[in-house]
């Protein structure tokens, strides 16, 4: 199983990134996925979940509002869209997969994680 998040970066606050994270190795359809963050001397956070159907979407409350996640099962690939970004956004994102319908919001309940893909918002 292998999870590669892409597409984080520089941004200045205010702006928008969209993080990808493709998934090979398992059925994807049938895992639900999670979003995590963790900053610099903070624990790992979570972001945002959705499960398997996308009929059940989680976020946490500082990213309601102006984060959404979403995905294509097609494309084996969940995809995290942040707008009004902050320099509080700052963080390495990680994707993670749970073989199951629900979209936990603990971190310990999902089997299999990506590498991270760094955001630094500027102010």
């Known amino acids: 199983v292998q999870l590669q998040a892409s597409g984080g970066g520089l941004v200045q606050t205010g702006g928008s990134l969209r993080l990808s994270c493709l998934a090979s190795?398992?059925?994807?359809?049938?895992?639900?996925m999670g979003w995590f963050r963790q900053s610099l001397g903070r624990e790992r956070e979570f972001v945002g979940s959705?499960?398997?159907?996308?009929?059940?979407?989680y976020y946490a409350d500082s990213v309601k509002g102006r984060f959404t996640i979403t995905r294509d099962n097609l494309k084996s690939t969940a995809y995290l869209s942040m707008n009004s970004l902050r320099p509080d956004d700052t963080a390495v994102y990680y994707c993670?997969?749970?073989?199951?319908?629900?979209?936990?919001?603990?971190?310990?309940?999902?089997?299999?994680w990506g590498q991270g893909t760094l955001v630094t918002v500027s102010s």
């Open positions: 993670a997969a749970h073989q199951g319908d629900y979209a936990y919001t603990e971190a310990l309940s999902y089997e299999h």
């Open positions: 959705i499960s398997w159907s996308g009929g059940s979407i």
């Open positions: 190795g398992l059925s994807f359809r049938n895992f639900a």
